[in-house]
């Protein structure tokens, strides 16, 4: 019986490393507990803490972790990435050179008769406003083109320090937005979703409104919360303590 797993915001290469090396073994003791044919991973968004792909070169930091992801490949698990705030400049490295299927902002598949809306959750608040602004220019594909033309070795380390300002806003910014979130997964009931998927704010949280369930992924900083579907359980949050 296959089950679907669902991680986010692990945010590979961030400054505090040092303080969580531990967290890896976590990642990967988890990993190698998910290593069954048939099974699939969705990584919704932030799987690195920042991630800028080039042309002809991909941040070299981030080789161990992908060595990971291609052995579960290898197994026979399905991994699936969406974007998030700190890792939406992709091309096709992660498609091509080790079949991880991309997707776009939001994915709304349909797994085992349920219909779910996966997406990062970046944006959804109301006071988001000047950050989606601040989204459509840096996901603009010329912007992007444009930002390609600086060497590695300068526009790298600079997204890094991009991506670090950005998580300091975050985690200062999301206080008790629980009933916004909540809020905006009913709106996705309504259209007709089951199960609506979010990160981004680093808090593990499961609901269940009239059948329908909502949840926020949390993180692989501190909490090592994940999302967990399957036929006989159904939708579940649960937390890895191995």
């Not at 080789?63 to 890792?87: M, R, T, W």
């Amino acid at each position: 019986m296959a089950t679907y797993y669902f991680i986010s915001d692990i945010h590979v290469g961030a400054a505090f490393d040092k303080k969580l090396s531990g967290r890896y073994q976590k990642l990967f003791s988890f990993f190698d507990s998910i290593k069954k044919e048939g099974n699939e991973l969705f990584i919704v968004g932030d799987l690195f803490d920042f991630w800028f792909e080039y042309k002809q070169v991909v941040p070299a930091q981030f080789y161990f972790i992908l060595f990971e992801i291609s052995k579960l490949i290898d197994a026979g698990v399905k991994v699936h990435f969406q974007p998030g705030n700190h890792d939406c400049w992709h091309r096709d490295f992660m498609s091509r050179e080790l079949h991880i299927e991309l997707h776009d902002d939001i994915y709304t598949p349909t797994i085992l008769g349920k219909k779910f809306y996966l997406f990062h959750g970046d944006g959804i608040l109301k006071k988001d406003k000047g950050y989606r602004l601040l989204k459509k220019i840096f996901r603009h594909p010329v912007n992007i083109f444009l930002y390609r033309w600086l060497h590695p070795d300068i526009g790298i380390p600079f997204a890094k320090f991009m991506s670090q300002s950005s998580r300091e806003y975050t985690t200062n910014k999301f206080s008790d937005h629980t009933n916004e979130y909540i809020e905006f997964a009913k709106d996705k009931f309504a259209a007709g979703f089951d199960i609506v998927i979010i990160g981004h704010s680093h808090r593990p949280l499961l609901k269940r409104l009239n059948g329908s369930t909502f949840i926020n992924l949390g993180d692989w900083i501190h909490n090592f919360s994940y999302g967990q579907f399957d036929a006989e359980n159904g939708m579940q949050l649960k937390f890895w303590n191995s």
